[in-house]
C-alpha cells in the first residue's frame, strides 16, 4: 500500500529555516503529483505548495510565496519543502499528500502522511 512518512519538523525561531521531507513509497512516485498542506489550530486546512510528476509545474500560495520551495528526487521517491524566514503564523502540523491527477491534488488527495509539527517561536 502506498504510505507517505513525512520527517523534518521542529521548533524554530521566527526567521529560521527547516526542510521538511516526505518518503514515498509503494507507488510509482513519478506518476503522481505531490504537494504539502498544513492545518494550524482553529484553522482551516490549507494547500501549500504542489509539485507535478516530473517537476515540470509547480504552485506555492500567496502565503508562502518567496519564502517556501518544494522540490522532489523521484530517483529518492521524495518531496522537500525548503523553508526559510518563518513566520510564527506558520506554526502548524504539514502533511504531504500525493495524487496521479494534478488538478485534484489541492481538492481531494488520494493518500495522505501522518503530518509533522512545525512551530515557529521565540
Known amino acids: 500500500q502506498v504510505q507517505l512518512v513525512e520527517s523534518g519538523g521542529g521548533l524554530v525561531q521566527p526567521g529560521g529555516s527547516l526542510r521538511l521531507s516526505c518518503a514515498a513509497s509503494?507507488?510509482?512516485?513519478?506518476?503522481?503529483?505531490m504537494a504539502w498542506f498544513r492545518k494550524a489550530p482553529g484553522k482551516e486546512r490549507e494547500v501549500v505548495a504542489v509539485v507535478s510528476g516530473m517537476a515540470l509545474s509547480t504552485y506555492s500560495a500567496d502565503s508562502v510565496k518567496g519564502r517556501f520551495t518544494i522540490s522532489r528526487d523521484n530517483a529518492k521517491n521524495t518531496t522537500y519543502l525548503q523553508m526559510n524566514n518563518l513566520k510564527p503564523e506558520d506554526t502548524a502540523v504539514y502533511y504531504c499528500a500525493a495524487d496521479d491527477i494534478y488538478a485534484r491534488i489541492t481538492i481531494r488527495p488520494q493518500h495522505w502522511g501522518q503530518g509533522t509539527q512545525v512551530t515557529v517561536s521565540s
Open positions: 509503494g507507488l510509482t512516485f513519478s506518476n503522481y503529483a
